[in-house]
């Protein structure tokens, strides 16, 4: 990745944490900034990432350029209101991701049910596929929000399905994960391999069927369910890849994501107490979502945009604990105090700027510690 994209990225980066407290400290009347920067995250820099990857050209194509630009277009227009725009820009970025799908894999997707096709592929399949239909399901909630007025539900709103833009990075990150096993693809770690593929991919679309109908108990199952998988995938990832340095960055990814699924449960369990207060729980769903947003997704793609360059020249073990002070500390502190945001903003600046610029092993000499 030349230096310009990863400039690119990681500004947009930055920025869309930086978003994430505006609404809080410089709110605007009518205007979400929260989905500006879930848009700028996930959508604008982590899809296009995720669509550069796929093609793993030396040069980015025409057709990733147009998705970065006109995902910039969606998430302005969005944000305003222009919906019309929205759904315009919708169509011609579901047809890109699907052509680049297609291009990667099938038109149907017939080798998640291949035996012989490694579960690396099947996540990366997964997360593309997430993606495409992820762009779908928003214009179809725009349209029924804000035209047709069909269906009346407390949670089809667009913010909850904008958060689903996050799924893709997840499934992507478990793909690297899962190709640092395919060495141990035998019949029975197999088995369990595919075991946690269909139980969190399933899991996800589930758990957010039961969201829209805010049926807690079963939730929670699928909750729990989606956490047994990601502890297996722990095990499985830290006792069999190779020791490498991306592997440490993964193994912190999967420790934000086991955060994650345990503050998820939290969060519901709480929410089915009789009295629930949600601003005295304000704070464990920020830490639920900076865990997830921050924590694992930045894991997963800072190690897709430096894929070629490992072993990068940098202290792993300081720049783990940074990123873990940052986002389970930090940033959600920074939702209740403004100095608290500065700081989080800057740490995580550290952090984005050092994944994304520190020098590889072909810069001459080698001085990193993995």
């Not at 994430?20 to 605007?28: M, R, W």
């Not at 893709?168 to 395919?182: A, E, G, N, R, Y």
């Not at 945009?305 to 020249?313: A, K, S, Y």
Request: hydrophobic fraction near 55%; glycine fraction near 6%; charged fraction near 10%.
């Amino acid at each position: 990745m030349t230096i310009r994209l990863k400039a690119l990225f990681s500004s947009l980066m930055i920025l869309a944490l930086g978003l994430g407290y505006t609404d809080i400290y410089f709110p605007v009347d009518d205007l979400s900034f929260e989905r500006l920067h879930i848009f700028l995250f996930n959508l604008c820099s982590g899809g296009t990432i995720l669509l550069y990857y796929t093609e793993r050209q030396i040069k980015v194509s025409s057709r990733v350029k147009l998705f970065f630009v006109l995902s910039l277009v969606y998430a302005f227009s969005a944000f305003f209101k222009w919906y019309p725009l929205t759904l315009s820009v919708s169509v011609v970025l579901w047809g890109l991701v699907e052509r680049i799908r297609i291009n990667k894999f099938s038109i149907v997707p017939y080798q998640f049910f291949l035996p012989g096709v490694s579960v690396s592929e099947k996540f990366h399949q997964a997360s593309l596929w997430c993606l495409s239909i992820g762009i779908a399901m928003a214009s179809v909630v725009i349209i029924n929000n804000e035209y047709t007025h069909w269906v009346h539900m407390e949670k089809l709103t667009l913010n909850t399905f904008f958060l689903g833009y996050s799924f893709p990075l997840s499934l992507v990150t478990l793909s690297l994960v899962f190709s640092m096993l395919k060495k141990i693809e035998g019949p029975k770690s197999k088995s369990i391999m595919e075991l946690c593929f269909w139980t969190i991919t399933l899991g996800v679309i589930v758990f957010f069927i039961f969201i829209l109908f805010e049926k807690f108990l079963p939730q929670i199952f699928v909750t729990a369910a989606l956490f047994t998988a990601v502890v297996i995938v722990f095990m499985l990832y830290y006792t069999f890849a190779d020791n490498m340095q991306q592997k440490k960055f993964l193994t912190s990814g999967i420790g934000f994501l086991i955060v994650t699924a345990v503050t998820g449960i939290a969060y519901i369990c709480l929410q089915m107490q009789d009295g629930y207060d949600p601003l005295k729980t304000k704070w464990l769903l920020h830490i639920h979502v900076f865990a997830s947003l921050y924590g694992w997704n930045l894991c997963g793609l800072a190690v897709l945009c430096r894929f070629d360059d490992f072993p990068i020249r940098l202290h792993s073990t300081t720049v783990i604990m940074v990123h873990w002070l940052t986002a389970l500390v930090l940033a959600p502190l920074g939702i209740f105090q403004g100095w608290f945001a500065v700081l989080a903003i800057a740490g995580y600046a550290f952090i984005t700027l050092t994944l994304f610029f520190s020098g590889n092993g072909q810069d001459g000499q080698i001085s990193y510690e993995q």
